[in-house]
Each structure stands twice: as structure tokens, then as C-alpha cells.
């Protein structure tokens, strides 16, 4: 299986900053990746396909860069909606798709 | 607009079979020959994809539970469905269905998911 590990677990900022995640894969992908948010009791939302490309409706505070095997996710300009937790998502082979662990970003 | 609605049992008893189905709404599930998945996620913790499969049928899963799961399709429904045999506790989670575009597709729609117990 292709492992993916985001960094950090967990991120603390506050409204108005700008911040990264970051996912490494295990072996290359290319730019096999996608990220998701999730809100608390809720079903994953995509936010970004092909490592960089964003989905419709998503804010361009929102952008997704890297290829191989690091990426990362920036939001810039911090809303009150964006605290939640984050995940990547490898799909460069469907034997199996995975995930990363998730980050999640809390206010400080 | 697309909407995918999980149904099945909240409860199950170990070693027993779960049966979980997809409701597809807003659009054909044989049109545009989409994918559609199952993915989990325990308590807590984070997301594991289980299976996929063609909306002319074509299932491939997760070969951590392959041995376990089975999928298909009823197109005369809108419907998909998930079985899982043999069931323990570690099989607790919220379990959601989801639409992927090609084999190489993100997981772009998602239904509200449920959670299925696994406890005696």
C-alpha cells in the first residue's frame, strides 16, 4: 500500500492567519492527490484534485501545490469555517486508495 | 443535484453480515459510467476506502477486506450496495457511500453516512 502521512496531527491558529499542511506519500504519485475537509459529523467535502487544482465553489484561499511524493495544503486568511480536520488522499493506484491520518485544525 | 443516501442497520452482532445500501438521487447510476465507492471511518479516527465498483458492475476493494466484502449494483433501483461477513468490533464505524468520476477520480459527491455498532 502507498502510506500517506500529513503533517502536523493537529494545528492550532486563529482567524485571519495563513497556514500549511503537509502529506508525504510513500512512493511517488505524481499528482495523484486530492485533499478533503470534514466538519465535525459530517461526510468529507473535496476541496482539491490533482494536488492543485481546486474544486468549483471551493474559496481561493484554498490552494493545494506538490508533486511526487510531497504536497502540501495552504489556507490563507483563516475563517471561522475552516476549522475542521483535513485529509489527503492518494489516488494513483486503486489497490488501495488511501488517506492520510487527517489534521486537524482547531482555533487557538 | 446529486444526492446519495446510505441505509442498513445501526446494530449488527459480531460475526454476523452487513449489508449497507446506496440510494442514488438526481441522476441515472449507469449514466456517464461513474464509479461509486464505500468508505469508512471508526470513531475517532480517520477514513479507509473499502471498495468501488463500475456502474456496470466490476467490483474492487481494499485487499485488507477482500476476502470479506462483496458489492453490486441494481441499476432498476438507482441503488449500490455493500455486504461485509464476519464482522468484529473493529468494523465499528460510519460507513458512507461516494461517487468517483474514472478509476483515477476523487471522491467528488458523498453520501451523509452512517454508523453501524458491531456489539452483541
Known amino acids: 500500500d502507498i502510506q500517506m502521512t500529513q503533517s502536523p496531527s493537529t494545528l492550532s491558529a486563529s482567524i485571519g492567519d495563513r497556514v500549511t499542511i503537509t502529506c508525504r506519500a510513500s512512493?511517488?504519485?505524481?499528482?495523484?492527490l486530492a485533499w478533503y475537509q470534514q466538519q465535525p459529523g459530517k461526510a468529507p467535502k473535496l476541496l482539491v484534485y490533482?494536488?492543485?487544482n481546486l474544486e468549483g465553489g471551493v474559496p481561493s484561499r484554498f490552494s493545494g501545490t506538490g508533486s511526487g511524493t510531497e504536497f502540501t495544503l495552504t489556507i490563507g486568511n483563516l475563517q471561522a469555517e475552516d476549522f475542521a480536520t483535513y485529509y489527503c488522499?492518494?489516488?494513483?493506484?486503486?489497490?488501495?486508495?488511501?488517506f492520510g491520518q487527517g489534521t486537524r485544525l482547531e482555533i487557538k | 443535484q446529486l444526492q446519495l443516501q446510505e441505509s442498513g442497520p445501526g446494530l449488527v452482532k459480531p460475526s454476523e453480515t452487513l449489508s449497507l445500501i446506496c440510494t442514488v438521487s438526481?441522476?441515472?447510476?449507469?449514466?456517464?459510467?461513474?464509479?461509486w465507492g464505500w468508505i469508512r471511518q471508526p470513531p475517532g479516527k480517520g477514513l479507509e476506502w473499502i471498495g468501488s465498483?463500475?456502474?456496470?458492475?466490476?467490483?474492487f476493494s481494499n485487499p485488507s477486506l477482500k476476502t470479506r466484502v462483496a458489492m453490486s449494483v441494481d441499476t432498476s433501483k438507482n441503488q449500490f450496495s455493500l455486504t461485509l461477513y464476519s464482522l468484529t468490533a473493529a468494523d465499528t464505524a460510519v460507513y458512507y457511500c461516494?461517487?468517483?468520476?474514472?478509476?483515477?477520480?476523487?471522491?467528488?459527491?458523498w453520501g451523509l453516512g452512517t454508523l453501524v455498532t458491531v456489539s452483541s
Open positions: 488522499q492518494q489516488y494513483e493506484t486503486y489497490s488501495p486508495y488511501t
Open positions: 490533482r494536488a492543485s
Open positions: 438526481g441522476d441515472s447510476i449507469s449514466s456517464n459510467n461513474f464509479y
Open positions: 512512493q511517488s504519485i505524481g499528482t495523484w
Open positions: 461516494a461517487r468517483h468520476m474514472s478509476i483515477r477520480g476523487v471522491f467528488d459527491f
Open positions: 465498483l463500475y456502474s456496470s458492475g466490476s467490483p
